[in-house]
Structures are given as structure tokens and as C-alpha cells.
């Protein structure tokens, strides 16, 4: 709704910086509706690229921060690891 508020609409490219997130299909799907092109590390690499940073928690992250940083906009909403690089 914020992003809405800002004037993005659903032609806005929006990443999600996240792990796996349980029973995505159900909390997702409002956001997805909202924003059809939203992406995730797993929806833009292939398995076997995301395959070695597996067990590298640190390293995902790192991966989603640097997807963050080359954004035109970014919008946190919880503190955590991957804001103290």
C-alpha cells in the first residue's frame, strides 16, 4: 500500500529481498496481485547458480544486497544482517 501511496503501480519491477518464505503462494499472492513483475533471487537466477551459495546464509544475503543497492529505489522494513555490510 505504501508503494501505491508513492505512485508505483503495476508496472513497477519490484525484488524482494528474502529466504524462502513459508506458504508464499498465500501471503505473496496481494503484493504479486498488486505487482505482477515482482522478483525474488529465485524467480531472476537459475538453481544451479543459487546452488553454491546454499548453506551460505551470509552470502545470500550478500546476493540480495547488491541486488538492493543497484536498484533505482530502495525501501526497508526490517533491520537484519544484510544492513550492516
Given amino acids: ?12 519491477f519490484l525484488y524482494v529481498a528474502s529466504g524462502k518464505i513459508y506458504n508464499a503462494a498465500k501471503y505473496m499472492g496481494p503484493l504479486r496481485q498488486m505487482f505482477p513483475l ?13 546452488a553454491e551459495f546454499e548453506g ?8 540480495d544486497y547488491t541486488v538492493c543497492v543497484q536498484s533505482e529505489v530502495f525501501v526497508t522494513i526490517q533491520g537484519g544482517a544484510s544492513l550492516t555490510f
Fill in 1 to 12: 500500500m505504501m508503494l501505491r501511496g508513492m505512485g508505483f503501480d503495476d508496472t513497477t
Fill in 56 to 63: 551460505y546464509s551470509s552470502q545470500l544475503a550478500a546476493l
Fill in 38 to 50: 515482482l522478483q525474488t533471487k529465485d524467480t531472476l537466477a537459475l538453481s544451479e547458480e543459487l
